[in-house]
Nanobody, 118 residues
Framework: QLQASGGGLVQAGGSLRLSCAAS????????VAWYRQAPGKQRDVVAAITSEGSTNYADSVKGRFTISRDNAKNTVYLQMNSLKPEDTAVYYC??????????????WGQGTQVTVSS
């Protein structure tokens, strides 16, 4: 139901844009968050956006990452600028999804690898 994409290998200082797209019998996606998990570490929230568009960021990414949404496409984006080697991780999206039958589920995307070289 959730497809995360856009990861890759980039040099420090570079940029990537991640996408999290909901598919299937979707009426809307509500609150969405991006998480990341580096090897041997726990999964931590990076950024979040509500259905109304309010955003929150982890201190480590404030001023560098921007979360946004396109409700018409049921897609949420994470624009990542000024990337650092410590941003290297698998990035996951997590979304509260409302189906066309108005059932509500929370899904995880499959993860997309971001690697930042120094």
């Amino acid at each position: 139901q959730l497809q995360a994409s856009g990861g890759g290998l980039v040099q420090a200082g570079g940029s990537l844009r991640l996408s999290c797209a909901a598919s299937g019998s979707i009426f809307s996606i509500n609150d969405v968050a991006w998480y990341r998990q580096a090897p041997g570490k726990q999964r931590d929230v990076v950024a979040a956006i509500t259905s109304e568009g309010s955003t929150n960021y982890a201190d480590s990414v404030k001023g560098r990452f921007t979360i946004s949404r396109d409700n018409a496409k049921n897609t949420v984006y994470l624009q990542m600028n000024s990337l650092k080697p410590e941003d290297t991780a698998v990035y996951y999206c997590n979304a509260k999804v409302v189906t066309t039958t108005y059932a509500t589920f929370r899904y995880w995307g499959q993860g997309t690898q971001v690697t930042v070289s120094s």
